[in-house]
């Protein structure tokens, strides 16, 4: 809002400024090639015999002409250095005013997304207990419509904790905080959860559940990545109609890996679809929603669990993210 104002008074400074400075170089040059024509004129043989007083003379008023013509250039480069300070502070006025009013529209965001956290767990709750009912007294459609409910109800939750997450990103305040858990049965109460959705997308999620041991974890954050990547497929593959998820484990370490068979990532943006607001290609795009940070969170909250996410390279049927969560 401000960037055209600030232009056009800079190009209203600049102009005359650049007018006075061309006009002092112009009269320094004349100045300049007069003196030496004049210089040249005296020490002419033919002129040996006049006055050297009137020589002296001469040559004084020839030096005085080249510093006269010397002072709007002088002016010109004075003037430019304040207009730059001034420019300089009008500029740093400006960036405090938008960051602070950044930092405002920051804080009002994080207390919106904290204030409806509490709502949406307790429409979640009784989403699920009302399914639960649903599901005793044997009506399987009002069963079907709570548990879409309560998908996108978790949906909605998970970008929320997504901008919180950024936030406190922003912040260095990321954390997570592990407890001993199963990671297959983290994988499949949040694939259970979300299974409406899905279904109702026409996209069929598979899962291949190879990682029953103890470990330590935070299963907030494995639901919260795991939520994010299938987010992804729903936006950008769908056309592929599935997703699979897969765990493995060794002595080091636990895997998740999520793929799809959509269009996949083309290799020069395996890096950026990470930075936060990125989106792989325009024609991907139309129609997709969300708050673009999901991936960037996403990685940050598996190395903040001392682990990595990752674009699997060498997949070709689609996209392929590898999660890998350590043991100890």
Same mark, same amino acid.
């Given at each position: 809002?401000?960037?055209?104002?600030?232009?056009?008074?800079?190009?209203?400074?600049?102009?005359?400024?650049?007018?006075?400075?061309?006009?002092?170089?112009?009269?320094?040059?004349?100045?300049?090639?007069?003196?030496?024509?004049?210089?040249?004129?005296?020490?002419?043989?033919?002129?040996?015999?006049?006055?050297?007083?009137?020589?002296?003379?001469?040559?004084?008023?020839?030096?005085?002409?080249?510093?006269?013509?010397?002072?709007?250039?002088?002016?010109?480069?004075?003037?430019?250095?304040?207009?730059?300070?001034?420019?300089?502070?009008?500029?740093?006025?400006?960036?405090?005013? !938008?960051?602070?009013?950044?930092?405002? $529209?920051?804080?009002?965001?994080?207390?919106?997304?904290?204030?409806?956290?509490?709502?949406?767990?307790?429409?979640?709750?009784?989403?699920?207990?009302?399914?639960?009912?649903?599901?005793?007294?044997?009506?399987?459609? !009002?069963?079907?419509?709570?548990?879409?409910?309560?998908?996108?109800?978790?949906?909605?939750?998970?970008?929320?904790?997504?901008?919180?997450?950024?936030?406190?990103?922003?912040?260095?305040?990321?954390?997570?905080?592990?407890?001993?858990?199963?990671?297959?049965?983290?994988?499949?109460?949040?694939?259970?959860?979300?299974?409406?959705?899905?279904?109702?997308?026409?996209?069929?999620?598979?899962?291949?559940?190879?990682?029953?041991?103890?470990?330590?974890?935070?299963?907030?954050?494995?639901?919260?990545?795991?939520?994010?990547?299938?987010?992804?497929?729903?936006?950008?593959?769908?056309?592929?109609?599935?997703?699979?998820?897969?765990?493995?484990?060794?002595?080091?370490? !636990?895997?998740?890996?999520?793929?799809?068979?959509?269009?996949?990532?083309?290799?020069?943006?395996? $890096?950026?679809?990470?930075?936060?607001?990125?989106?792989?290609?325009?024609?991907?795009?139309?129609?997709?929603?969300?708050?673009?940070?999901?991936?960037?969170?996403?990685?940050?909250?598996?190395?903040?669990?001392?682990?990595?996410?990752?674009?699997?390279?060498?997949?070709?049927?689609?996209?392929?993210?590898?999660?890998?969560?350590?043991?100890?």
């Amino acid at each position: 809002m401000h960037s055209r104002p600030n232009f056009l008074l800079v190009l209203l400074v600049l102009m005359p400024l650049s007018l006075l400075a061309w006009l002092g170089m112009h009269l320094a040059r004349s100045a300049a090639q007069r003196s030496a024509e004049t210089r040249e004129l005296v020490r002419d043989v033919r002129f040996a015999q006049i006055d050297p007083a009137l020589i002296g003379a001469l040559e004084r008023q020839t030096d005085d002409s080249e510093k006269a013509a010397l002072l709007p250039a002088f002016l010109a480069v004075a003037s430019g250095c304040v207009l730059v300070l001034g420019l300089g502070w009008m500029y740093y006025r400006e960036s405090r005013r !938008a960051m602070s009013e950044a930092l405002q $529209r920051v804080t009002f965001v994080n207390q919106v997304s904290h204030e409806l956290k509490t709502p949406l767990t307790n429409i979640q709750l009784y989403a699920e207990m009302a399914a639960h009912r649903a599901e005793k007294t044997g009506d399987q459609t !009002a069963a079907r419509y709570l548990g879409v409910v309560g998908a996108e109800t978790s949906r909605l939750s998970r970008l929320i904790s997504n901008v919180l997450a950024y936030s406190r990103k922003q912040r260095n305040k990321l954390t997570v905080n592990p407890k001993s858990a199963v990671l297959d049965e983290v994988v499949a109460e949040a694939v259970t959860r979300w299974a409406p959705l899905w279904e109702g997308k026409g996209i069929a999620i598979e899962t291949s559940l190879h990682a029953p041991e103890t470990m330590r974890l935070d299963a907030d954050v494995i639901i919260q990545i795991l939520g994010n990547l299938l987010s992804n497929v729903e936006k950008y593959a769908a056309t592929g109609g599935m997703a699979r998820i897969i765990t493995t484990m060794d002595a080091r370490q !636990a895997t998740l890996t999520v793929e799809d068979k959509g269009p996949g990532i083309p290799d020069r943006m395996h $890096r950026r679809v990470f930075e936060a607001f990125e989106r792989v290609r325009s024609d991907l795009n139309e129609g997709a929603s969300g708050t673009g940070i999901g991936l960037t969170i996403s990685r940050e909250l598996a190395q903040a669990h001392g682990g990595t996410l990752n674009v699997d390279p060498a997949y070709r049927d689609g996209a392929r993210f590898v999660l890998t969560i350590p043991k100890n």
